[in-house]
Structures are given as C-alpha cells and as structure tokens.
C-alpha cells in the first residue's frame, strides 16, 4: 500500500470531465507540491502538472490541479481516447525525506 | 532538448550488483537546480522512487533501498549511475532514470529516459 492513496481505477465517456484524486498527509501533499504523471504502457512517464496546478509547456489545458490539505486532485476535461493511460501522483516526504508516488490510477475512455 | 539514455545489463545474475548509467544530453548534469533521478517499476506494479543526487553531492536514497544502494554523478561524462547489490528477484523491474526540477519545492521530473529492462535471474 502507498502512502499515499489514489483510486485503482476510473472511467468516462469521450467528452466528460473526470476527476483523480490523491490522498495523503501532513508530511507530504500538506506541506510540498504534488506533481502528476501520465504514463503509457511502454513509454517513459511524462510530467502532466507540477507545484500542485502549473502545467508543463505542452500539456493541453484539458488537463488542471488542485490541492486542499491533505489531499490532490487530477482532473480531466473533454475526455479523449488517447488519455486513457495510468496517472500518479508524486510529492516529497519530509518524514521519509524522501520522494513517494500514488499507487497509481488507470483511466478507461 | 535535455534527452536522458539509460545502458546497463539486462539480465543480472541473484546476489550479484545491479549497474546502471543514466547519460545525460543537451543540459550539465552539474547545473544546480535539478536533482538526478531514478525510478523504477516492477511488472504489472505502480512507480517506486529509488532515489536521487544532486550535484554537490547530496543523495536521498528509498529507505527501503537504503542499505544496498549507492548512487554517483560524473559530471565531466554529463552521467550518474545507481549500483545495488545483493539483488534478488524483487529487483527485477523496468528502471528509469529522471531530472527533477528542484527550487524549495520538488517540481516534478520533466525529463525521462525511456527506461531499461532488468532481470535478476539465477
């Protein structure tokens, strides 16, 4: 089990608005930026939002942040086929001193 | 374009040491402001943080790795490598390495290698 908890699983139809979240604790996501990753089956990870909600030049503004305490969140807009992919979420420890991923969610379009 | 390139053997015999190089393209991997990443996943599982160095010498290692783990950074090569020993099994996974953006805050790792396979077999 990760430390910090993201739902296994979600799913949308093409043009929803999904949302991911992340939950943790005052060691991690309620005192550092979390960071989100699309990662594709046989591709490297890639960057999709840093310091809670600033996107990457690149990443298409479908895709936003948000952080309230303990806890992050993902969120998906106007839902394609081609996001279907697995995210995490990512933040450092200052107990762990140390970085920690979510377990990861797989989104099905 | 930063580009990162994993090498290493793909199949590492049990209890032997695992050796990987990350070589870095297109930026200084002594430029301050990044730390030097490794990451990796097992089979069918999520991403695990293996850990990171920083140009002056500063290493955070997975506690969990702790004991087995050494990570260098040759900046004159532009390339940092991870040695653990004593593998088995459970180390068998896919490594990546990264660049992870660092001003008071982890910014997240913009950059990846494409990742290598690793089997630790008898």
């Known amino acids: 089990q990760s430390v910090l908890t993201q739902p296994p699983s979600a799913s949308g139809t093409p043009g929803q608005r999904v949302t991911i979240s992340c939950s943790g604790s005052?060691?991690?996501?309620?005192?550092?930026?979390v960071n989100w990753y699309q990662h594709l089956p046989g591709t490297a990870p890639n960057l999709l939002i840093y310091?809670?909600?600033q996107r990457p030049s690149g990443v298409p503004d479908r895709f936003s942040g948000s952080k309230s305490g303990t806890s992050a969140s993902l969120a998906i807009s106007g839902l394609q086929s081609e996001d279907e992919a697995d995210y995490y979420c990512?933040?450092?420890?200052?107990?762990?001193?140390?970085?920690?991923f979510g377990g990861g969610t797989k989104l099905t379009v | 374009q930063v580009q990162l390139q994993e090498s290493g053997p793909g199949l590492v015999k049990t209890s032997q040491t695992l050796s990987l190089t990350c070589t870095v393209s297109?930026?200084?991997?002594?430029?301050?402001?990044?730390?030097w990443t490794w990451i990796r996943q097992h089979p069918g599982k999520g991403l695990e943080w293996v850990g990171n160095?920083?140009?002056?010498?500063?290493?955070y290692y997975n506690p969990s790795l702790k004991s087995r783990l050494s990570l260098s950074l040759d900046t004159s090569e532009n390339q940092f490598s991870l040695k653990l020993t004593s593998v088995t099994a459970a180390d068998t996974a896919v490594y990546y390495c990264?660049?992870?953006?660092?001003?008071?805050?982890?910014?997240?790792?913009?950059?990846w290698g494409q990742g290598t396979k690793v089997t630790v077999s008898s």
């Open positions: 310091g809670n909600d």
């Open positions: 297109g930026a200084s991997s002594g430029s301050g402001g990044y730390y």
């Open positions: 990264a660049r992870e953006r660092v001003s008071g805050y982890h910014y997240g790792m913009d950059v």
């Open positions: 005052s060691s991690n996501i309620g005192s550092n930026a």
């Open positions: 990512e933040t450092w420890d200052d107990s762990l001193n140390g970085v920690l």
């Open positions: 160095i920083h140009y002056s010498g500063s290493t």
